[in-house]
């Protein structure tokens, strides 16, 4: 079975960082699509950050790219979006989301799997 699970989020001031974690279970890491999708307050859930789980390809959304990166630790089989920068438009669940295939990354239609998502709040 597999699992995603979230960690990281939290509370934080404009301008201040977080680390978001996504560890798996139960999953063929290598050869994949691994990503963070966040849902703000009203607003439909939208794909902000995607890995492919071989070589080197990332992919950003525009409203976080300079800001957010996503990396990956293969043998932990997890992926992690540092945040950076942060803004109180960041507010919002982050999910991580992976795919059951090998397919194209950067258009985030991926989703065969998803984690329990993490909150992160970004205030003064």
Known sequence: QVQLVESGGGSVQPGGSLRLSCATSGYAFSGRCMGWFRQGPGQEREGIAAIFT???????????????????????????????????????????????????????????????????????
């Open 54 to 124: 071989a070589g080197h390809s990332t992919y950003y959304a525009d409203s976080v790219k300079g800001r957010f990166t996503i990396s990956r630790d293969d043998s932990k089989r997890t992926v992690y979006l540092q945040m950076n920068s942060l803004k109180p438009e960041d507010t919002g669940m982050y999910y991580c989301a992976a795919s059951s295939d090998s397919v194209y990354c950067g258009d985030y239609r991926f989703g065969e799997y998803w984690g329990q998502g993490t909150q992160v709040t970004v205030s003064s």
